[in-house]
């Protein structure tokens, strides 16, 4: 005879009383398997199944389909009373982000004070020079790596940015 199907109720007792034996176990495992997951994570197999997942999911509208289900008020709800974990876990990761930005905190010290004065009434011509004299180093040491030595001379003399035909000005 099958074992009765238990209700709705049931599951969810369950369900609450395995959660910390199934998180400790998901920890231990997941510490074991961390070096074969960097591995085939970082394979040009997982690249290439990513951006065909995206493609799918793009082709597809799964994105879209996936947020239908979900409320404004649901969203709102979950987000409802979380700040101080938000704090917590921001603050515990404080020494990572400070590894990651010195090298772009290096690369500012370079280029700010090397920047155009602001021309007052000048918005569009402000942002070009100054704006633009600061983000395109920026995304240059990011795309060649932050702890690779880019010239704080990434712009043209001037921190003048030729624009290009879509309107942008070289990022």
Do not use: C
């Not at 009434?121 to 983000?135: H, T, Y």
């Amino acid at each position: 005879m099958p074992a009765a199907i238990p209700s709705i109720q049931e599951a969810q007792a369950a369900y609450q009383q395995g959660t910390s034996q199934r998180a400790q176990r998901w920890e231990q495992r997941a510490a074991a398997a961390a070096g074969t997951w960097e591995s085939n994570a970082k394979s040009a197999q997982a690249e290439q199944a990513y951006a065909q997942g995206v493609q799918l999911a793009a082709s597809q509208q799964l994105r879209l389909k996936g947020l239908q289900p979900v409320s404004a008020a649901e969203f709102s709800a979950a987000v409802r009373g979380k700040a101080g974990t938000y704090q917590q876990e921001t603050a515990r990761k404080a020494g990572k982000y400070a590894a990651r930005f010195a090298p772009y905190l290096d690369l500012l010290r370079t280029i700010v004070p090397a920047l155009p004065p602001r021309v007052p009434g000048d918005v569009a011509g402000n942002i070009q020079r100054r704006v633009g004299g600061v983000a395109l180093p920026l995304h240059q040491a990011k795309m060649g790596g932050a702890g690779g030595a880019v010239a704080a001379t990434a712009t043209p003399a001037g921190g003048q940015l030729a624009a290009t035909p879509t309107g942008t000005y070289g990022y």
